[in-house]
């Protein structure tokens, strides 16, 4: 169940990925030649860039721990014996999930706080609870990962 979830939420980042990426190049694109070639820039474009930027980037983190593959450095447990290789994989799991936990639960505060509740975006007017809500997103998406990773090493184990 666990898996089935992780996969319908990675094609929905893929989706939302896509288009925030194609929506970035659009707008990157038409500011440029607003500014350079028409000589009208727009004073909405950096603002609305970086807060795609921003929602990209929690989305393809996310996206990252999925398919594992986050950056690691694995000199060390590469020479380990497979048996200590998974339960040190398994207790990275663990702390990255209670680590993202911790991350989750004041992600949450923040963005229901009533000084980002009532703020906008000095360009847009954006209520700024919209690109702050990009960290509670994309974290949540990730412990959904991280978790059917978890569970999906441990499914291996008893099968071994």
Do not use: C
């Not at 799991?93 to 949450?108: A, E, K, N, W």
């Amino acid at each position: 169940m666990m898996k089935a979830l992780s996969d319908g939420i990675s094609r929905i980042e893929k989706l939302l990925g896509i288009v925030l990426m194609l929506a970035m190049a659009v707008v990157v694109t038409l500011a440029v030649v607003f500014r350079y070639l028409l000589n009208a820039p727009f004073s909405w474009a950096g603002e609305v860039s970086v807060y795609l930027l921003i929602w990209v980037s929690f989305i393809g983190g996310s996206l990252g721990l999925k398919y594992k593959s986050q950056a690691a450095v694995t000199i060390l447990l590469d020479y380990l014996p497979a048996k200590v290789q998974k339960i040190l994989l398994i207790i990275g799991h663990i702390l990255i999930l209670l680590f993202f936990g911790l991350m989750l639960y004041y992600s949450y505060q923040w963005v229901f706080s009533p000084g980002v509740a009532f703020q906008k975006s000095s360009a847009l007017l954006l209520p700024m609870w919209i690109p702050f809500s990009s960290v509670p997103v994309g974290l949540t998406f990730a412990t959904i990962h991280v978790l059917s990773n978890l569970i999906e090493m441990f499914r291996e184990e008893e099968a071994q």
